[in-house]
């Protein structure tokens, strides 16, 4: 390819882009101490489903936000005005902004942006507007639902909830989405178009998205169990995960605690199949995030993978992670075994969990793997049962969607 | 006591802000109620539709749509001419109009590889059709997962996108955003990064919507409709690639400079949205090195919506004074929802196939009932 980046007008030098806030609202606990805390200690967020009716479905767990009161954790918008999506969205950012301290009235930055990603977007809406259509005919729809159907406001109520005036931008790549958000940041930050950044992923559970993946045969009997050798599915979860991304030379200035430094990333389009994954794809994409990243694989020392727990995926991302390192497989393992599938907030729940990995020394576990899958190699490391004590200093998220979106965020330790 | 905030708002420009790089338009497919393609499109600015015209045929089932409720559906649009027959009919009418919009704008001189060539459409909620049907179906069937299977795809938001990319094997970047009223702009946006970044050489970037009963009777339940203003549909796709990077011979539609999008919270007043409006405005202009004299047409986007289209005009007064040439779409094509911006792009398009004489600069707006604004900055081509 020919003058890349360089079309046109001068344009500054890029800058380092560090991660300095992290916000969590999942079914492991409503910040983001509480998750890692409970990822590190392999806990399980898997409980009987709530939110929505589940009688007549044969499995009925989900990697539910338990006892999320949004009033107690939003301070500007009003949760009766938005969906669950967007309160999860906005409780996450607004996290991630106390924990970077920028909450106040700010430095210099000026310019502050907000990108998530969603699978299903406000799908609790959609689904209380089709018990209307169902129950009572389209006549009856309900006004205030109809103004929160818009999948465009979860990044839209995490400037509301934060008073940000840049762009909010809500990416619909599905189980993916979440790392084209923190990859879209990253360049929003790089190349100087905005000077903080709120990104991250969002979904709600809800009813449509467990029936759809439940007829597909998709839905593990218990828990999901990426690597397993019996192995049998998802778990349906939901949650909010975001992240505070700045300049490097603004979080020095500010003496900020820095969690990691974006690297870079890449993202590919398998224009395969709609829900079969595809490896020589997934491959080019780490290829890509690589090049971006300005790495060579064996500069990675560990893998946060999709990690969906069906058989398909797994075996998928193993061949993926496997040709484009030469043959070998970096340790891998999936928090999903502990969240669920969190659909579009997955990949951004794990850049948060890589930027704990990274800035407190840890690889967290394939907490449900009973006998690893001899299938995908006896020399797949998947961090089996507990979390190991160790200090990465690269790390790559992976995340891959329907529709064959895929997008792979690479971090590194920030030593000052 | 007020919480606190994260950033002061500001209208001053910034240290960083930079002129931006243009990217081209080389190419550009449209549906609408004017019909297939740019040309009927040009009618629009005498504020008609062409003469002739054929009524499109309603989506789904006419008697379910509310009474009373002017809707106009895409004219003229034969997908199977495009798209072939094979599996058309599992694909949602989302699908429909962005894959026969991304095929045609496909066409032409050869482009960059399919592994640098990709997808970025807007839409609000996907197929709305497809999500309810799909959504009831988990109510009304014996058992809530006696779904069908092949329609799950086609519920997700990025269905369009994927499906397009598997047409056609395009492998490069492909995204889907979501935003309302905004979602061509955030698409146009996503778009100029992604090329700028280095991360494509070419992308389908667009928006669709399309025309339900469940739509129609969510506007009217709303009540959001502008008086007089008939609900519509569409699809508008451009063909991107950064200036310079095709070949010489080619004359490109259209040379994209800023694409702004910022937020203010309506609720804290529809004036304060408007001041943002007008301060993203003035924002793309300098960063496109365009004096606001310099625009010769404006394209609004809050025509069609009650409470907004003032909003939006009073922006538009505070950065011109006198308001340059308008160019209403909506009271002609209708509101068309996510895939407004991009028809209001097309309707400008359509005014410039030939050379530009005098230098002929538009602007796109768009405000979303979110407090979300935005503004897209074309320049006219010359000889």
Redesign the interface.
């Known amino acids: 390819m020919s003058d890349r980046g360089t079309a046109g007008t001068a344009t500054p030098a890029p800058r380092r882009v560090v991660v300095t806030g992290l916000g969590a609202v999942s079914g492991l606990g409503l910040g983001a101490r509480e998750f890692v805390d409970a990822i590190r200690a392999g806990r399980s967020g898997i409980a009987p489903a709530e939110q929505f009716d589940t009688t007549g479905f044969e499995r009925t767990l989900a990697g539910e936000v338990q006892g999320f009161k949004a009033e107690e954790h939003l301070r500007r918008i009003h949760p009766s005005r938005w969906g669950r999506s967007a309160q999860l969205a906005a409780a996450a950012a607004r996290q991630a902004a106390e924990d970077a301290g920028l909450t106040e009235a700010g430095p210099a930055a000026l310019r502050a942006a907000s990108c998530f990603g969603t699978t299903n977007g406000e799908s609790q809406v959609l689904e209380q507007l089709t018990a209307q259509w169902v129950g009572e005919g389209l006549g009856l729809l309900s006004p205030d639902l109809v103004e929160q159907a818009d999948a465009g406001r979860i990044a839209a109520a995490v400037n509301a909830e934060l008073g940000l005036t840049g762009e909010a931008l809500t990416l619909g790549t599905a189980c993916a989405a979440g790392n084209y958000a923190v990859g879209y940041g990253y360049d929003l930050i790089r190349t100087g178009e905005a000077d903080v950044v709120l990104c991250g992923g969002a979904d709600a559970s809800n009813r449509a998205t467990h029936a759809g993946f439940h007829r597909l045969g998709a839905l593990a009997e218990d828990v999901p169990r990426p690597f397993d050798e019996h192995r049998d599915g998802i778990v349906t979860a939901e949650g909010g995960a975001a992240l505070l991304l700045e300049p490097l030379e603004s979080a020095l200035a500010r003496g900020a605690r820095i969690y990691a430094e974006v690297l870079g990333y890449g993202m590919t389009c398998d224009a395969h199949h709609m829900t079969n994954p595809y490896a020589a794809s997934i491959a080019e994409c780490i290829r890509r995030a690589h090049r971006s990243a300005g790495i060579a694989p064996g500069d990675v020392d560990y893998v946060c993978a999709h990690g969906t727990g069906t058989p398909a995926n797994d075996s998928t991302e193993v061949a993926a992670v496997r040709e484009a390192f030469g043959g070998t497989v970096p340790p891998i393992s999936s928090v999903k075994s502990m969240l669920g599938h969190t659909m579009g907030a997955a990949a951004a729940f794990g850049a948060v969990v890589c930027c704990a990995a990274l800035s407190e020394g840890f690889l967290p576990a394939s907490t449900t793997v009973r006998v690893v899958d001899p299938a995908l190699g006896a020399d797949v490391d998947c961090v089996p049962h507990r979390a190991r004590e160790h200090r990465p200093r690269v790390v790559e998220n992976h995340g891959f969607a329907f529709g064959g979106n895929n997008a792979v965020t690479i971090f590194g330790e920030f030593a000052a | 006591m007020t919480?606190?905030?994260?950033?002061?708002?500001?209208e001053?420009p910034?240290g960083?802000e930079?002129?931006?790089?243009?990217v081209d338009v080389v190419a550009c497919a449209a549906f609408s109620a004017a019909g297939a393609g740019l040309a009927p499109l040009a009618a629009v600015a005498d504020g008609r539709l062409p003469a002739g015209t054929e009524a499109g045929a309603l989506p789904g089932d006419p008697a379910?749509y509310?009474p009373a409720q002017a809707v106009l559906p895409v004219s003229g649009f034969r997908p199977e001419e495009v798209l072939g027959r094979k599996g058309l009919s599992r694909l949602t009418r989302t699908e429909q109009l962005a894959a026969a919009a991304c095929t045609l704008a496909l066409e032409g001189p050869a482009g960059?590889a399919?592994?640098?060539t990709?997808?970025v459409l807007g839409?609000?909620?996907?197929s709305a059709r497809a999500?309810?049907e799909?959504?009831?179906?988990?109510?009304?069937q014996e058992?809530?997962?006696?779904?069908?299977?092949s329609q799950?795809?086609g519920?997700?938001?990025?269905?369009a996108?994927?499906?397009t990319?598997?047409r056609?094997?395009?492998?490069?970047?492909?995204?889907?955003?979501?935003?309302?009223p905004?979602?061509a702009l955030?698409a146009v946006?996503?778009a100029r990064?992604a090329?700028?970044?280095?991360?494509a050489?070419r992308l389908l970037t667009g928006a669709v919507e399309e025309l339900s009963?469940?739509t129609a009777?969510?506007w009217r339940?709303?009540?959001?409709l502008a008086p007089g203003v008939p609900l519509g549909e569409g699809a508008a796709v451009f063909a991107l690639q950064?200036?310079?990077?095709y070949g010489t011979g080619q004359r490109p539609v259209a040379r994209l400079l800023a694409c702004e999008?910022?937020?203010?919270?309506p609720?804290e007043g529809l004036a304060h949205v408007g001041r943002?409006l007008a301060a993203c405005v003035r924002t793309a202009l300098r960063r496109s090195g365009v004096a606001p004299e310099e625009v010769t047409v404006v394209a609004p986007g809050a025509a069609g919506r009650r409470g907004w289209s003032a909003v939006e005009d009073r922006a538009l007064r505070e950065v011109f004074g006198t308001s340059p040439r308008t160019l209403r779409v909506q009271p002609v094509l209708g509101e068309t929802h996510s895939a407004g911006a991009g028809l209001q792009l097309a309707a400008v398009l359509a005014t410039w196939r030939t050379p530009a004489t005098e230098r002929d600069v538009a602007l796109i707006t768009s405000i979303?009932?979110?407090?979300?604004v935005g503004c897209l900055v074309a320049v006219r081509p010359g000889a």
């Open positions: 919480a606190p905030v994260l950033m002061e708002t500001t001053t910034v960083a930079t002129v931006v790089a243009p379910a509310p960059p399919a592994s640098d990709g997808i839409t609000s909620v996907g999500l309810a799909f959504t009831r179906d988990t109510f009304v058992r809530p997962y006696y779904v069908n299977p799950f795809p519920t997700l938001m990025n269905a996108a994927g499906r990319a598997i056609h094997g395009l492998t490069g970047v492909n995204a889907t955003v979501s935003g309302g905004l979602a955030h946006r996503y990064g090329l700028l970044n280095g991360h050489d009963a469940h009777w969510a339940r709303s009540g959001a950064r200036a310079g990077s999008t910022g937020f203010a919270n609720s943002r979303g009932p979110d407090g979300s």
